[in-house]
């Protein structure tokens, strides 16, 4: 079951929703989530394709504003701050809850912009030595500074598919956020590379807070700390993912994971 402020250590506490719903116009997507985040952790979302996963990912950096007739209720905090209040920046809070989308989507500039570009627009460097430093950095927490050094200029999109994603992982970290969001990250990938990018989330989680959504329940049981199971727009059951994998509570989840439906 879902594990609530009171059972855990607050300190311990990145983010976290209550009784969060979501409606696209009349339509209700997610209904009255409670979610504890934690700090350097990586936390996985499954459950059937449409079952309110990616939805409930978009309302932690409030990607669903830019959705026509989205409306949400409940609360949704960062550092016991809520995002929602009116005077949260949502670009403010983009660069400390960043986003690695499905298919990677590098700029189309050089490898070396993509990374620098959101340190330049939030202002995080004053001379070109800090910039290179941070670009090399971030390149090198996505384990691609070995395989790009020397070509910093050339295109992002010239790479291979599980290198621009580690190019936008890289883009991502550059801002030094607080959480990444990952919505199926490895979806597009070969098996090499999803190992690669499987990998690199395992060490990331030292410096990060991740929450991630995945088709792959396998995925979610070899790289995740924590495991929610959705449908149908509601959290059935959240618990450490050995929990959910080993001792389900609830009859839908022992369902899902059997492979009886989804």
Partial sequence: MAKKASETNKADLRMQANGLSVFYGKKQALFGIDMDVHKNHVTALIGPSGCGKSTFL????RMNDTVEGCHISGKVTLDNNNI???NIDPVV??????????????????????????????GLTSH????????????TRAGLWE?????????????????????????????????????????ALDPIATAIIEELICELKEKFTIVMVTHSMQQARRISDYTGFFHMGNLIEFNTTNEIFENPQDKKTKDYIRGKFG
């Fill in 147 to 187: 395989e790009v050094k020397d070509r910093l200029q050339e295109s992002g999109t010239s790479l291979s598919g599980g290198q621009q994603q580690r190019l936008c992982i890289a883009r991502a970290i550059a801002v030094k956020p607080e959480v990444i969001l990952m919505d199926e990250p490895c979806s």
């Fill in 93 to 122: 809070l983009r660069s400390k809850v960043g986003m690695v989308f499905q298919k990677p989507n590098p700029f189309p500039k050089s490898i070396y912009d993509n990374v620098a570009y959101g340190p330049r627009i939030h």
């Fill in 58 to 61: 978009r309302c932690l950096n």
């Fill in 84 to 86: 929602y209040d009116s």
């Fill in 128 to 139: 070109k030595e800090e910039l290179d430093a941070i670009v090399e950095k971030s390149l």
